[in-house]
C-alpha cells in the first residue's frame, strides 16, 4: 500500500482531475503497465450503478458527471463511490469499524464528510444521499450552507467556514489550535461552540440509529485531545441512555 497528498487548487477548472491523472501515470510508470482494476472515492452523490458522481455543489469543478473509464483512457468501467462511504467501508473491512454492525462516520475536514453502516450494510437512500451528515441543521434560523441547511454542521466545524466563524483570524484548524496552545481564551471560547455543536449533531444521529460506534476522522481529528475531551463532555449529558453501553 502507498498513499499520496497531492494539493490543488479547488476552485480551478479541472486542476484536481489533472494532478490525479498525472498521479496514476506515475504509478503505472512505476508498476510498468496499466493497473487491473481501478476504483475511485469523491465527495458529492455517486450515481447508484457507481457511474459517476452526480451531484456535488460549488466545489471541484467538473466533477459531475466525468466519465472515468474515458477520463484516463481504461479498459474496465471504473467504480466510483461517495469517499465517506468508502471510508466507512474500510473502516468495516480493516479498521475502527470492524465487528460493529451499526456505525456512523464522520470526516472533519474542510467539510463534514460521512456515512452510515445499519446492521452491516451500508446506507445509501434513494438517491445515494443518505449518510450526508454535514447538512444537518443545528437550528432554524442560521445561514445556510452550500445544499441549503440553515445553521448545519458542516457551518459549525469544517475548515470551510472557520474565516467567518472566526471573524478573519484563521483560515483553518490547524491555526487555532496552536492559537489555542498559545493561551488564546477566544480562540478557545470559538473552537468550544464548534465541538458543542458537533456533540448535539452525534446526539441527534445517536438518538435516529442507535450505533455501536461513532468515528471521526479528517484533520480536524488531528486535533486529539484538543477534540475529544471536550466532546465526550458535551456529549455524555445529551445522550438517551437506556443501559451502560458507552457508544
Known amino acids: 500500500?502507498?498513499?499520496?497528498?497531492?494539493?490543488?487548487?479547488?476552485?480551478?477548472?479541472?486542476?484536481?482531475?489533472?494532478?490525479?491523472?498525472?498521479?496514476?501515470q506515475s504509478?503505472?510508470?512505476?508498476?510498468?503497465?496499466?493497473?487491473?482494476?481501478?476504483?475511485?472515492?469523491?465527495?458529492?452523490?455517486?450515481?447508484?450503478?457507481?457511474?459517476?458522481?452526480?451531484?456535488?455543489?460549488?466545489?471541484?469543478?467538473?466533477?459531475?458527471?466525468?466519465?472515468?473509464?474515458?477520463?484516463?483512457?481504461?479498459?474496465?468501467?471504473?467504480?466510483?463511490?461517495?469517499?465517506?462511504?468508502?471510508?466507512?467501508?474500510?473502516e468495516a473491512w480493516l479498521g475502527a469499524a470492524k465487528g460493529f454492525q451499526t456505525v456512523i462516520l464522520l470526516t472533519l475536514g474542510t467539510g463534514v464528510g460521512g456515512a452510515a453502516l445499519?446492521?452491516?450494510?451500508?446506507?445509501?437512500?434513494?438517491?445515494?444521499?443518505?449518510?450526508h451528515f454535514a447538512h444537518t441543521s443545528l437550528g432554524p434560523d442560521g445561514p445556510p450552507d452550500d445544499c441549503g441547511c440553515p445553521s448545519s454542521l458542516e457551518l459549525a466545524i469544517g475548515n470551510c467556514s472557520i474565516l467567518e466563524r472566526s471573524n478573519g483570524r484563521f483560515t483553518h484548524t490547524g491555526e487555532m489550535m496552536e492559537a489555542i496552545e498559545?493561551?488564546?481564551d477566544e480562540a478557545e471560547k470559538i473552537w468550544l461552540k464548534s465541538v458543542k455543536g458537533l456533540a448535539t449533531a452525534i446526539c441527534s444521529f445517536s438518538n435516529i440509529l442507535d450505533p455501536e460506534a461513532v468515528i471521526l476522522g479528517g484533520g480536524i481529528a488531528k486535533a486529539g485531545d484538543r477534540l475529544f475531551v471536550p466532546l465526550r463532555e458535551y456529549l455524555d449529558p445529551l445522550l438517551w441512555k437506556t443501559d451502560d453501553y458507552e457508544i
Open 182 to 184: 498559545n493561551g488564546d
Open 1 to 24: 500500500l502507498t498513499s499520496h497528498n497531492l494539493p490543488f487548487d479547488a476552485e480551478a477548472d479541472m486542476e484536481w482531475a489533472n494532478r490525479l491523472r498525472e498521479l496514476v
Open 27 to 90: 504509478i503505472e510508470e512505476d508498476q510498468d503497465g496499466k493497473p487491473d482494476n481501478m476504483g475511485f472515492s469523491a465527495p458529492g452523490l455517486a450515481a447508484l450503478d457507481g457511474s459517476c458522481i452526480t451531484h456535488m455543489p460549488v466545489r471541484l469543478e467538473g466533477l459531475v458527471g466525468l466519465n472515468w473509464q474515458k477520463f484516463f483512457d481504461f479498459d474496465k468501467a471504473i467504480p466510483v463511490l461517495n469517499d465517506g462511504h468508502a471510508a466507512l467501508l474500510g
Open 118 to 131: 445499519v446492521e452491516g450494510k451500508l446506507l445509501r437512500g434513494r438517491t445515494g444521499k443518505a449518510g
